[in-house]
């Protein structure tokens, strides 16, 4: 089993910036991706990124590209999102999540264990 557990989400004011951070604990394994995705109220969960096991590759949803960032740190078990530029419209909870194997995903489906997720709001 992996527990997941995310931090950092808070009220900022449009055009701030918020670090999301999410420590994987258990079950450790040689090659994972882990994304964050998000979902607002009465709509679905979307992807926003994803960093490959080496931190080799990252991949942006459109909405978040130029403006959000992930890293990991797999000495810390630690994955990132750094937000900038924020808006009323990346208002949402946000989810970290593990995908078994090397390759990257963009599907919720594909990722084998969540966190609980942590809010995010953004005022205009």
């Known amino acids: 089993q992996v527990q997941l557990v995310e931090s950092g989400g808070g009220l900022v004011q449009a055009g701030g910036s918020l670090r999301l951070s999410c420590a994987a604990s258990g079950r450790t394994f040689s090659t994972y991706s882990m994304g964050w995705f998000r979902q607002a109220p009465g709509k679905e969960r979307d992807f926003v990124a994803v960093?490959?096991?080496?931190?080799?590759?990252?991949v942006y949803a459109d909405s978040v590209k130029g403006r959000f960032t992930i890293s990991r740190d797999n000495v810390k078990n630690m994955v990132y999102l750094q937000m900038n530029s924020l808006s009323p419209e990346d208002t949402a909870v946000y989810y970290c999540?593990?995908?078994?194997?090397?390759?990257?995903?963009?599907?919720?489906?594909?990722?084998?264990?969540w966190g609980r997720g942590t809010q995010v709001t953004v005022s205009s």
């Open positions: 999540a593990v995908r078994y194997g090397s390759s990257w995903s963009t599907t919720s489906q594909d990722y084998n264990y």
């Open positions: 960093v490959t096991w080496n931190g080799g590759t990252t």
